[in-house]
């Protein structure tokens, strides 16, 4: 933490824009006084010593060192409110150096402190009126909380205030009370890192200890549940065992059925060849009966030839008729004949008569053969008739054979698609059967593969168990192990403050005094007996017996007090690995004497030889003393400046 320049504007009784560039001091110690030029009377006080170091204090924490903020540190001092009276160089803007250049007023206070932090030449910003926090770098700027930038500083301001800047008004460390010790001493140390890790382990522990009770009951409650599943399983693995033997008995009441109905469908199958082949006997039959019946010529051509013959006779039965009907008109014929037309002579009457009656005889000749062929043909029609009636009578019976034996056929294929629909159902219940798997056997497997998931989660819970035992062990050794690591830090840390304090003590005048400090034990019940007390020791004080800081006198006090303060502020910048190039000691010499005077002054000159600091000593006294520069504050009617 190198500090190069603070620059500041409209602050307390700096009026306009001042800078004061560190960078063209070197280290050893310098004396900052000054002059009241406005007040005379007051000589070096209210000139604005400690002002410029409250803008530095400001721009880094946004208060001063008093606690002042807002409208508390504007410009209060006397002088133009115009900007164009001001003299040149006063004018009320930040400079504009490539760092930043914001518009500013009279009306607004601002503050820039360029400084180096690890290795970054940083410009920080802050402005009251309007409000701002910037990081300004490398011709960038940005907006920063507070937060941020005291975590780049890695110093708060009740530390800075202990190890930079040592304010006028500022209560020493050795000031505070015993419980404001300890709260500063905490910080300094970061000691409550190692409490929160205590009570962090605390809390963990306990969080550890339910977990274990929520674990070590669900590992009961696992153990219950196996054991109540082991004797589920028994019970189902019983039941499985009658099961089974009512399955095999189900499947040989079934495997027996199967074997009668194929049996039986084999029978069928067997009668159903034979009734084919009777069925196509039949067929056949009945194919030559219908065949038969169907043969109409036997009997229509002895019954046409018969209706011809009758025809014949009928027709010849006509001519006798006819003739005898002319024979019989001859007989009373007068005249001319009615046959020929000749004169009906009795002779010619005679011989038409003769010739009729020939004529009749040949007619009745025919009649007679006609007759007896008559005769012939209605025997072989009435015999043709027999036979047509027979075959139909056959082909009848053929065909009720023929339905009969196909009926039977059917009732055979019925009877044989019946017993193989009946084979395949009783198959189908078969293979069911043996491929639906019991129940019981379902049961089993799902009680088996849950008492296995439940004995691994049960072994699981166990191995947690022995885990979180072996946490609960390493929690509780850490639980007082970060306590302890805590008071040896507190150990430690205070013996080599006291030592360094010792050696300040003595080069203060104090020799052969010593400081002893006394801070927080853990007591026999295990609690922390809190307080950070200071003893001291010298050689009026009773052999043994060390004496409160409250029972020193003012100048002892005050030596013991800047010894304290040196030894700290060297403990603090160690503590956050902090090198800074700047200490500021702000009316330190108030109540010593003039050797005391004398004693800090070489100290402070030492200090800054060793460390290679910019220390400043301020004080509204005239010094006589080798300082390496003095600086001087003066204020007029138009405010503070400074005159180096």
Known sequence: MIFKRIELGNFKSFRGRHSFDLT?????????????????????????????WDALHWVLYGKTLDGLLAEDIHSWSPGPQNNDVLEEGEAPFPPNRG???????????????????????????RSWRPNALEIHENNTRAV??????????????????????????????????????????TEIMDLDFWQDLSRAATDKSE?????????????????????????????????????????????????????????????????????????????????????????????????????QVQSELSAISGTIRGLESQSKRLDNIKGKC???????EPQHLDGERRRLA???????????????AQAKLRAEVEGAERKLKAAIDETEQAAGDELLASRKLERA???????GDEIKS????????????????????????????????????????????????????????????????????????????????????????????????????????????????????????????????????????LACTMGLANLILDQRGIKTNLQVWDEPLYGLSGTGIEDMIELLQDQARETGKQIWLIDHRTLEFGFDRTVSIRKDQRGSHIEV
């Open 24 to 52: 063209q001091f070197r280290s050893g110690l310098n004396f900052l006084t000054g002059k009241n030029q406005l007040e005379p009377e007051l000589g070096a006080n209210g000139v604005g010593k400690s002002t410029l």
């Open 99 to 125: 760092r930043f250049a914001p518009p500013v007023s009279l009306a607004t206070t601002w503050g820039c402190l360029e400084l180096t932090l690890a290795n970054r030449n940083i410009q920080v910003f």
């Open 144 to 185: 920063i909380t507070q937060e941020e930038l005291e975590g780049l500083l890695k110093l708060g301001p009740d530390s800075f205030q202990q190890c930079v800047v040592i304010g006028q008004r500022a209560r020493m460390f050795f000031d505070l009370r015993p419980a404001e010790k300890l709260t500063q001493f």
């Open 207 to 307: 969080e550890v200890r339910g977990t274990y009770a929520d674990t070590e009951r669900e590992a009961v409650g696992l153990e219950a549940t196996i054991e109540e599943a082991t004797r589920s399983l028994a019970a189902e693995r019983e039941a499985g065992k009658r099961a089974a033997v009512v399955r095999k008995e189900k499947l040989d009441e079934l495997g027996a059925a199967l074997g009668q109905a194929a049996a039986a469908r084999e029978r069928l199958l067997e009668e159903t060849a034979r009734l084919k082949k009777e069925l196509k006997e039949k067929q056949v039959k009945l194919q030559q009966c219908t065949a038969a019946r169907d043969q109409k010529e036997p009997v229509e051509g002895p019954r046409k030839k018969l209706q």
């Open 338 to 344: 009615p046959v020929c037309g000749q004169e009906a």
């Open 358 to 372: 020939g004529q009749v005889k040949s007619e009745q000749t025919k009649a007679s053969l006609l007759l007896s």
């Open 413 to 419: 294929n019925y009877g044989i698609k019946w017993h």
């Open 426 to 561: 009783l198959n189908a219940r078969i293979d069911e059967i043996k491929a639906d798997r019991p129940q019981h056997e379902k049961r089993i497997e799902e009680y088996t593969a849950r008492l296995s998931k439940l004995k691994s989660k049960l072994d699981g819970r166990r191995k947690e168990l022995h885990e979180l035992e072996a946490l609960l062990s390493a929690l509780g050794f850490w639980v007082k192990g970060f306590k302890d690591i805590r008071l040896t830090i507190i150990e430690e840390t205070l013996n080599a403050l006291e030592v360094e304090v010792n050696n300040h003590l003595a080069a203060l005048g104090l020799e052969n005094w010593s400081v002893k400090f006394d801070v927080e034990r853990e007591t026999k019940g295990g609690t922390v007996s809190r307080g950070f007390q200071v003893f001291i020791q010298s050689l009026t004080s009773p052999a043994g017996r060390m004496i409160p800081l409250e029972a020193w006198s003012w100048g002892e006090g005050q030596r013991l007090r």
